[in-house]
């Protein structure tokens, strides 16, 4: 996966400035910046939802820049959201089951068959008791786990997630963490996780921190370096005055 | 494709209603229209909410669709009449009628499904004023005065045949196409098609990055739906009324009678429609009766009760108190 100097504008503003970034398979990267840096602007890019007016888009050496977001989720894109959009009148088992097939086995399984697969996915995540219950009605935290577990039956080759640890506790977040860094490994899946503030999710997790602020990527490292950047510490904590 | 019967098990309380309605209908005297009425309302709003219920949009045009099988139909005997191939023209009427009501849904579908929301409901209610217009104006199909076609049909079915057509068979059609749209709704709940309608109802920003192209399953459930109101144009409209007339068959007061009838049984479920065709059918039939002229005023707020309280509808209910009972598997 490969973004070639992304640009992306909403009218005069510059959401997204020339972001280049290079994504190996299976590799764990974390994106962070503070509310407004671009972030999710980036990962609409990626999945589909805008074209940006510059750059490429590349996915295992084809350019989908322009294609649209249903058909990059079958090539193995799967997405989480900031706030959580279940499916809310389908249960947890059938909205686990969209994700199978919709995603990178689209066309090769039916529907019984994807739901008896997304009881799989739903035990990783622990929501077994709630297999059947609307999505809807779940705590959000539950909603989240409901939406790795839905992202990950799309099979994805990269998954991209926003935020998905926000409002967790922080022993669920460590939980989470291994339990993501186990799959990717397992089903070798590029994982880019984007955190605002959650610095233990992304301290524990990534093996490479791209830092984004006001459009542009201030920092791509490895994760104990970024994090230490003195320009990072900067955009997060501004500098002392008269310093 | 593996065919599991289980999953069409709540066609049966379905079938079963239409069953006894058939038979009250054939066995008690002056039943017959009634009941006939009632079976037009069921298999109308079995029809809309293929769209409505299980899209989540909402066509107000809805009615052009079966004005579109009214014409097909009285086009069709009118064209066929003297050809000698008897009921066979029947059938060519009600393959033309589905196949116009398809084609401008198709033509709408393609561009106003694009919109959302009320977007898409107001592009609808356009589109059938102005296609009436286009109608009227352009002296096409018998202009503003329709066709009349008694005259044809009893050329092309002799006088015996086109009256036990008009006053049994249509009916009967009718039965038939509603059973028919039970059963596409239930086979698209089951299926992958189920799946995505849900999905791009509940978010549609999420079903296409979830990989479903939600325009292009928006336009199937357009499609299925309208070709079924055309069937019932067909039937219903002209086979019984023969004639067409423009006024009565884009009036948009059909169309609210869909929405009321989905949207008080349950939108996105499959007896839903039945529930609310029954209750608002016969409702209406007894308002009529001992309030003349006052239904509408008293079905308003009947309409924004039942929208408040239940907005699932009667069966959304039913079906969340069955979850977990053995009658779960027949209720949906």
Known sequence: ?243 | MRLKIEKYYPLLPVYAAYLVMFLIGRTMPGMWQMVALLAFYCAIGQAFNIFLGMTGYVDFGYVAFLAMGTYGMALGITAFHQTGLGIGIMFIGLLLGVVMAALLSLAVGAVALRLRGAYFAIATIGVNEGFRYFVEGARIWGGSEGIIFYGDMTEAFGAETTRLLSTVWADVAVFIIAAMAAFVTIHYMRGKIGYALTALREDEDAAKVMGINVTKYKIIAFITSASFAGMIGAMAWALKLTYVFPPDVFEIHYTIECIIIVLLGGAGTLLGPIVGALIYGLSKYWLAVIAPGFQLLIFAPIIIVIVVAFPEGIMGLVKRRAKGTGWERYII
């Open chain 1, 1 to 243: 996966m490969k973004l070639e100097n992304i640009t992306k504008k909403f009218g005069g503003l510059v959401a997204v400035d020339k972001v280049s970034l290079e994504i190996e398979a299976g590799e764990l990267i974390g994106i962070v910046g503070p509310n407004g840096s671009g972030k999710t602007t980036l990962y609409n890019v990626i999945s589909g939802v805008y074209t940006p007016e510059e750059g490429r888009v590349i996915l295992e050496g084809k350019d989908i820049t322009r294609l649209p977001p249903y058909r990059r989720a079958p090539m193995g894109i799967g997405r989480t959201f900031q706030i959580p959009r279940p499916f809310s009148s389908a249960s947890v088992r059938e909205n686990v089951a969209v994700g199978i097939m919709f995603g990178t086995l689209s066309g090769k399984v039916g529907v019984d068959e994807s739901l008896e697969m997304a009881d799989h996915y739903i035990e990783l995540v622990g929501l077994q008791a709630y297999r059947d219950k609307a999505s809807g009605r779940l705590t959000p935290t539950e909603k989240k786990l409901m939406e790795i577990a839905r992202a990950l039956a799309m099979k994805p080759k990269l998954l991209l997630m926003d935020e998905a640890m926000a409002g967790m506790h922080p022993r669920d977040i460590d939980d989470v963490v291994r339990f993501l860094k186990e799959t990717a490994q397992e089903e070798n899946i590029a994982i880019v996780s984007m955190v605002e503030h959650i610095m233990r999710a992304v301290a524990g997790f990534a093996q490479r921190v791209m830092v984004m602020y006001q459009g542009a990527k201030l920092v791509d490292a490895p994760t104990a370096e970024a994090l230490g950047d003195l320009r990072v510490i900067d955009v997060y904590l501004g500098r002392p005055s008269g310093g």
